[in-house]
């Protein structure tokens, strides 16, 4: 109950433990108050859940249990997608690259990527049975894409990185801040 009786929560109503940021956050229409549809959104997001999941395919009706195949909770990216890959699931988070069992969810290999910490914004991408990674620092890492993957090496462009390399033709571009490049084996090269 509010203490002006009137059904909303307003910032002077809030225990003194309670931080500006919350109260911005869960106003959602900015009024100054929370009201009952606020409070009932910010309950139900505190409660759900950051995973991967891995669902079944099929199935009629409510199918959140009966079809759910695996959960992983940990390492989880921020931003960047997870990439599938020669029956091999990757993720990247914060410099830790993992590889699952896309089938239960089993990590096969988490590590550092060594000289390429830091955050990862873009997605990871793959051809040629090799892995790209391109983190904020300008660090792109090429991995050799296995469960038990390894670092083949790590090169530095000094420029911040936040889109996702695209492959095209036996090419790979990497837009930077400042510049978009062009990489490509000395035949493709015309």
Known sequence: MTADHNGKLSRRELPANYNSQWFADNDLDH?????????????????????????????????????????YRKALPNTSSPLLYQGVLYLIRDGIFTSLN??????YKQARLSGALGSYWSSPVAADGKI???????????????????????????????????????????????????????????
């Open 102 to 107: 896309p089938e239960t969810g089993d990590v």
């Open 31 to 71: 009024d100054g108050q929370i009201d009952e549809r606020e409070w009932r959104f910010y309950q139900t997001r505190d409660s759900a859940e950051n995973c991967i999941v891995a669902i079944r395919a099929g199935g009629r009706g409510d199918v959140t249990r009966s079809r759910v195949l695996w959960r």
């Open 132 to 190: 790209f990674l391109a983190n904020e620092e300008g660090k792109v890492v090429v991995v050799r894409a296995d469960a038990e993957w390894e670092i083949r090496t790590v090169n530095n462009l000094d420029e911040d990185i936040f889109a996702t390399p695209a492959i095209v033709d036996g090419r790979i571009y990497v837009r930077t801040r400042a510049a978009l490049y062009c990489f490509a084996k000395q035949s493709t090269v015309r």
